[in-house]
């Protein structure tokens, strides 16, 4: 039960994962400075979801942030320090850490534990760079050997990631994603399309408005598809189901259970 439960939550993370020089005659050019990021809060409390891996029983500590969840048959415990974050997954014992390393109110580095017999397993590891507020590449490696790269690119006012580009650890191109947007405004916090491990307060928002469409382009399989969404959203503006329907007609549903 153990191994598989480790199993399970290295699956979503590898699924999320692949988701979702200057020459020496060149003058130097001082470094863009990094832009704050507009903070997100939880201005609603999430109760439960039913997207993706699904999350229930969520707590909060004063600062409207998550401190206990379930998700995926594990329950999360969460702890925040000056300089870190950090996601504590049980079974019966701990099986998974995922430790967000924080640097002037960004995520720099996340590097995510497995315990197997009690035995401390670094695994996927992923820094971040940001430009302007938003995050614009991760970089990821397993047990410090290089696994890929993803950037973003934002459209005109910044507000939305227009398109994004998933790399191997060799520098080829895999896929090619791009986004359009309802005139709906995304408010959710923690937990959304974009972050599904209940920790979207810990990093910039990818998008103001809500997902209309997703189309991606497999640049080694040579296929595309696209995904498009439907919302029901409640009076106050919070999305309480949806609905996400491929080009094959086969579709996938969620709710939303909001304080």
């Known amino acids: ?16 994962i692949l988701l979702v020089n200057t020459g020496c005659g060149e003058e130097k050019k001082a470094p863009v400075p990094e832009s704050k990021p507009e903070v997100v809060v ?19 500590n004063a600062d409207k942030q998550p401190e206990k969840f379930f998700t995926a048959g594990m329950k999360v415990d969460v702890s925040y320090a000056k300089n870190n974050v950090v996601y504590s997954y049980y079974g019966k014992e701990l099986l998974a850490k995922k430790v967000y390393d924080l640097q002037n109110g960004l ?31 991760e ?8 696994f890929g790269h993803t950037e973003y690119t934002y459209d005109a006012v910044h ?11 060799s520098g080829n191109l895999l896929t090619t994603t791009t986004y359009e947007y ?17 920790d979207g307060t810990l990093f910039p928002k990818k998008a103001l408005y809500l997902v209309k469409k997703i189309g991606t382009e497999d640049h080694l399989a040579k ?21 996400g329907t491929r080009d094959n007609g086969s579709s996938f549903e969620w709710t939303n259970t909001w304080q």
């Open 42 to 60: 939880n201005e609603r409390l999430l109760n439960a979801s039913t997207l993706a891996s699904g999350v229930k029983d969520i707590q909060y």
């Open 139 to 146: 970089i990821t490696t397993i047990k410090d050997k290089p």
């Open 223 to 243: 296929k595309k598809w696209n995904i498009s969404y439907e919302y029901d959203i409640d009076a106050q503006g919070y999305v309480v189901s949806g609905k």
């Open 1 to 16: 039960m153990k191994t598989n439960a480790i199993n399970n939550l290295v699956w979503l993370l590898l699924t999320a």
């Open 107 to 137: 995520v720099k580095n996340l590097t995510e534990y497995n315990y197997l017999g009690k035995v401390e397993e670094k695994g996927f590891s992923t820094s971040f760079e940001y430009q302007d507020g938003k995050m614009i590449k």
């Open 159 to 169: 507000k939305n990631v227009a398109v994004s580009k998933a790399y191997d650890h």
């Open 182 to 198: 309802t005139d709906k405004l995304d408010k959710s916090g923690s937990h959304n399309e974009w972050y599904i491990w209940l």
